[in-house]
Every structure is written in structure tokens, then in C-alpha cells.
């Protein structure tokens, strides 16, 4: 099968999340913050390499459950900055603490942080036609703003336009790869 050009096909991992998960739209509250829980930790570092300690990541973070991040005290923050199979990143760690109060703050407001993160696009992928690689885009740049009004951190336009793929709201599958919709 032919897929997009910057997937390692030497990595299982980045295979199975290229063609199981990248771009497949995502409206599961759970799934969204940990893919803006791992987009953030990303920032200066591959994808691959977040991707390599997602497991970690995700037994560090509870499951990724944002009630209990939020929660996170500083014995917690001490713990994940010993852990040596997570990203041990203080700024990156305080900040998802912060951020999943945020994000359960977009909940209330919404209902949903589905309901917010997809009404920027009134509900509809964004398909972008062309091989070219992009890094941020008008959309990106609204999205980023507006978290970063809301008091989030690690979330700018670049990161924002990442998670935007990862989550299906962008579909920047290669014209020519086979897991395009």
C-alpha cells in the first residue's frame, strides 16, 4: 500500500498510526486531549518520538483522563519529571496540568471540546489538495489565538496545525496515498 512519504516504514508504530489513526476524524473528548496533551509535548522534538513513548505517556497521564490531570499536585509533577520514559520537560509538564483545566473549561462552555474544536470548521474536514507540506494555515492560526486567549500553553499555530491533522478536522494525506479519503 502506498502511503504518505513521511512515515518511517522501518516504525510498526508510526505505520499502524499513520494508517489507523492520522487524519481519521476524532469526536471522543478523551482522545482529543491526549492528542493535545502529545502534540504539545511535541514541540521541538519529532513526531516519532512521541509516538515511540505514547504508552509511557499514556500510564503517566492516567489514561489521559483531563479530571484527573487537572488535578495534578506537586508530588505528581515531581513523579513525571523523574520519569525517564516520558518527555521530563517541567514548562511542558505544568502546562497540561493547566491545560486540562482549560480544556475541561471548554467542556462546560461547550458542552463538549468537540463541540469547540470542530466549530471552528462548522463541522467539515478541511481536504487539501497538492502534495506541498505545510506547517500552519489560517485556521491553525484562529485556533492557536484562541486557546492561547483561554490561558493555554505549548499550543501554538505549528502544534495546532498538527493536531488539527492528527484529529481529522485537516486531511493532508497525500494525493497518491492510498489512505486518503
Request: with cysteine; charged share 35%.
Amino acid at each position: 500500500m502506498k502511503r504518505c512519504r513521511w512515515v518511517n516504514p522501518n516504525n510498526t508504530l508510526y505505520i499502524k498510526y499513520h494508517d489507523e489513526e492520522w487524519g481519521i476524524p476524532s469526536y471522543d473528548d478523551t482522545y482529543l486531549f491526549e492528542m493535545l496533551i502529545l502534540e504539545s509535548f511535541q514541540a521541538g522534538l519529532s513526531w516519532e518520538c512521541i509516538l515511540n513513548k505514547r504508552d509511557s505517556f499514556k500510564k503517566a497521564y492516567d489514561n489521559f483522563d483531563y479530571e484527573k490531570v487537572a488535578k495534578y499536585d506537586e508530588k505528581k509533577i515531581e513523579d513525571l519529571k523523574n520519569n525517564k520514559d516520558i518527555i521530563r520537560n517541567k514548562l511542558k509538564i505544568k502546562a497540561s496540568i493547566e491545560n486540562a483545566k482549560i480544556f475541561i473549561n471548554i467542556r462546560k462552555e461547550y458542552k463538549t471540546f468537540s463541540n469547540y474544536i470542530w466549530h471552528f470548521t462548522d463541522n467539515k474536514i478541511i481536504r487539501n489538495e497538492g502534495n506541498q507540506i505545510k506547517t500552519t494555515s489560517p485556521l491553525s492560526d484562529e485556533v492557536s489565538k484562541d486557546l492561547q486567549k483561554r490561558g493555554m500553553k505549548f499550543v501554538g499555530s505549528t502544534i495546532i496545525y498538527s493536531y488539527l491533522q492528527a484529529i481529522g478536522i485537516v486531511d493532508d494525506h497525500e494525493l497518491d496515498c492510498d489512505f486518503r479519503k
